[in-house]
């Protein structure tokens, strides 16, 4: 039987490619979990009672994490899921991976500090909004000689300190862009004041990205004080609506990151045509095949085939870390 058509074998694929292609490098707990499924099928039988979106492995260990499930070795992550099968369950079912990074403001600041304010931005596929706060932030931008760029927000240094590595000319400014305004739009919102949504942003993070997680509860500190509208719907059906809401004399900027994916190719076409109709600039900070408009010009190679491309309109104008841990600029 083909691995398309045998539910287990095509979970044991998907487990096996997310240990090798996702997890490798990034998380060695992971990394053991998927290829442990990969191997048990009993697990794997498991995991095939949720429906087939919903098998995805960062969704199933990151429920798992929600619940409880210590870092471990695979042996006793299998137990471990057998004993608590049913709430993890009832959470892949109800709950969609929507890790929501502020490090990805890091590579998206010297794009958006590029762009006359004052802004107004939108984020679309914005999760609990902590993207929409770069101006809030503080970076540390090391280049590859260990020259280091300090940045903080006008009001003094930020309790989110942002690191990005940087490789080729990139224009870091000298100050943080002038936000006037700032609105979401997500399919389910999460909210920075609801103790369970922030849990499961936390459950979200790999296990040993404990940086990452520290940077999250901090976001989310900064979020909780200056709350921002996310409106809940399609991308594709309220960005419209809501760059007419911008306030006149602002530079309307809609940006994404590690969202289209989630699209079909007609709607990721629609929303570039949307894009291209409207008086905003469009920033976009995705997997390099995922807007067509964007790979079409994408000339350069990247170092890793995990890398996002981040570009100005249709142009692509740098490589980026998928967490915004590194960002390489194009000539
Ligand atoms: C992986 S998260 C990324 C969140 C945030 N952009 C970030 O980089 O931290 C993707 C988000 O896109 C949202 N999303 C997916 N498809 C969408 C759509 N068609 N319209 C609006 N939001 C969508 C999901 O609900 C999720 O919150």
């Not at 997890?23 to 009993?42: F, H, N, Q, T």
């Not at 520290?214 to 500190?221: C, I, K």
């Not at 994916?261 to 995922?290: C, H, I, K």
Request: hydrophobic share 45%.
């Amino acid at each position: 039987m083909r691995a398309s058509t045998d539910p287990q074998a095509a979970t044991a694929d998907r487990y096996r490619q997310f240990a090798e292609v996702e997890a490798r490098g990034m998380s060695a707990c992971y990394e053991e979990w998927a290829r442990g499924v990969a191997d048990d099928p009993v697990t794997a039988a498991l995991i095939d009672r949720l429906p087939g979106p919903k098998r995805q492995p960062n969704l199933v260990f990151s429920a798992s994490r929600f619940h409880g499930a210590p870092v471990s070795d695979y042996a006793a992550f299998s137990v471990w899921l057998a004993a608590h099968w049913a709430d993890v369950e009832a959470t892949c079912l109800t709950h969609a991976t929507q890790t929501n990074e502020p490090g990805r403001c890091a590579v998206l600041l010297p794009a958006l500090a590029a762009i006359p304010g004052p802004l107004a931005l939108i984020e679309v596929g914005a999760s609990a909004g902590l993207c929409l706060h770069p101006d809030r932030y503080s970076y540390r931008y090391t280049a590859a000689d260990g020259t280091v760029r300090m940045l903080h927000p006008a009001a003094g240094p930020s309790p989110v300190v942002l690191d990005c590595a940087t490789t080729g000319p990139v224009p870091i400014p000298d100050r943080l862009p002038d936000v006037v305004w700032r609105a979401g739009i997500d399919l389910n919102p999460l909210d920075v004041n609801d103790e369970a949504d922030v849990a499961w942003l936390d459950a979200l993070i790999w296990p040993e990205h404990a940086d990452r997680r520290a940077s999250l509860r901090a976001a989310v500190e900064v979020a909780r004080a200056e709350p921002v509208e996310i409106v809940s719907g399609d991308l594709n059906e309220q960005v419209e609506a809501l760059v007419a809401r911008a306030p006149t004399g602002a530079t309307v900027v809609v940006f994404h990151t590690a969202v289209l994916a989630y699209l079909d190719e007609e709607a990721t076409r629609r929303f570039a045509a949307t894009m291209a109709r409207l008086p905003v600039r469009w920033l976009s900070n995705e997997g390099q095949s995922v807007v067509p408009a964007v790979a079409e010009n994408l000339r350069a190679v990247p170092t890793a085939s995990t890398d996002f491309v981040l570009a100005r309109g249709t142009e692509p104008i740098a490589f980026t870390q998928p967490h915004g841990r590194a960002l390489h600029w194009l000539a």
